[in-house]
Nanobody, 117 residues
Framework: QVQLVESGGGLVQPGGSLRLSCAASGRILSIYVMGWYRQAPGKQREMVATITSGGRTNYADSVKGRFTISRDNAKNAMYLQMNSLKPEDTAIYYC???????????WGQGTQVTVSS
C-alpha cells in the first residue's frame, strides 16, 4: 500500500552534481529508516546511504564525502545530494523505506543516473 517515487536522475558530466528525491505515500504510520541503493550494470545492488528517523546516517565508503542524505519526516520525503560525480556512480538508484512496527520494506521503481562525458 505504500508507494515510493524517485525523481531527479539524469545525465551529468564527471564532476557534476545531481539531487535525487524520494516521496512516500499511502498507509504510512512511521518510517524508521530510509535509504538509497544503486545497481550498476553487471553488479549487485548495493547500499549507498541510509538515514533513520532520528537523523543517524550511514554511507558507503565509495560515496563518503561526496554524497549527502537527508529527509523530511513531516513530508515523508528523502533526498540524496550527489556531488563530484564519477563515471562509476552510473547506476539505477532505488529508494527504500522501512516501516515500523510492521517491519515491512518498500522499494521505488528506480531512477537512472548516468555520469559520462
Amino acid at each position: 500500500q505504500v508507494q515510493l517515487v524517485e525523481s531527479g536522475g539524469g545525465l551529468v558530466q564527471p564532476g557534476g552534481s545531481l539531487r535525487l528525491s524520494c516521496a512516500a505515500s499511502g498507509r504510512i504510520l512511521s518510517i524508521y529508516v530510509m535509504g538509497w541503493y544503486r545497481q550498476a550494470p553487471g553488479k549487485q545492488r548495493e547500499m549507498v546511504a541510509t538515514i533513520t528517523s532520528g537523523g543517524r546516517t550511514n554511507y558507503a565508503d565509495s560515496v563518503k564525502g561526496r554524497f549527502t542524505i537527508s529527509r523530511d519526516n513531516a513530508k515523508n520525503a528523502m533526498y540524496l545530494q550527489m556531488n563530484s560525480l564519477k563515471p562509476e556512480d552510473t547506476a539505477i538508484y532505488y529508494c527504500n523505506a522501512l516501516l515500523v512496527p510492521t517491519d515491512l520494506s518498500y522499494w521505488g521503481q528506480g531512477t537512472q543516473v548516468t555520469v559520462s562525458s
